[in-house]
């Protein structure tokens, strides 16, 4: 009974500790990224092609809400990619989940907003969402997102 206390409170605190570090402005800068002569169409579909490219299933899309959320099981196989603020990594059993949302600032300006989260179990709640912060994930996906709109740009498929 003793050992289960003690698992319990160590869980506990575990799932009570918050990330370090990123202000509110840092976290925002990190999520967001603005898309400039281009459709709304193009930047929503280069973030489709690209996460189903890099492994993830397509759980949700709705084009004229401007969400896409995607999973992919078991976290990854990159675990340099799937920290948590930087220090905490996730059970590779894990899931992480993307899911971003588009908004169109004007025709050709689409502001964007990502966020990658992944479920870590406590025992107080049953399963918690934990953002993952790490700057080269973010970075990874919007810069392949730039590249495929770029790429539809001059195919000619923005429309």
């Known amino acids: 009974m003793m050992r289960w206390v003690a698992h319990f409170w160590i869980l506990f605190l575990l799932g009570c500790t918050s990330v370090p570090g990123l202000s ?3 976290r925002r800068s990190l999520q967001m990224r603005t898309f400039q002569r281009t459709t709304y169409e193009n930047v929503f579909r ?4 690209v996460l189903q490219a890099s ?12 969400l896409i959320v995607a999973q992919m099981p078991g976290g990854g196989s990159d675990s340099s990619l799937a920290t948590t603020g930087g220090s905490e990594k ?18 050709s300006t689409i502001e964007t907003r990502m966020i990658i989260q992944t479920e870590a179990s406590s025992l107080m709640s049953g399963q918690q969402s ?4 790490d700057e080269k994930r973010y ?21």
């Open 55 to 66: 492994g993830y299933v397509i759980k949700k899309q709705e084009m004229t809400r401007g």
């Open 24 to 26: 509110p402005a840092e």
């Open 90 to 107: 996730p059970r590779v059993s894990q899931p992480i989940e993307v899911s971003v949302n588009l908004e169109k600032v004007n025709l």
């Open 46 to 49: 280069a973030f489709g092609a």
């Open 130 to 133: 934990r953002e993952i912060l």
């Open 139 to 159: 970075k990874s996906i919007y810069d392949s997102v730039r590249i495929e709109v770029e790429r539809h740009l001059i195919q000619g498929k923005s429309q």
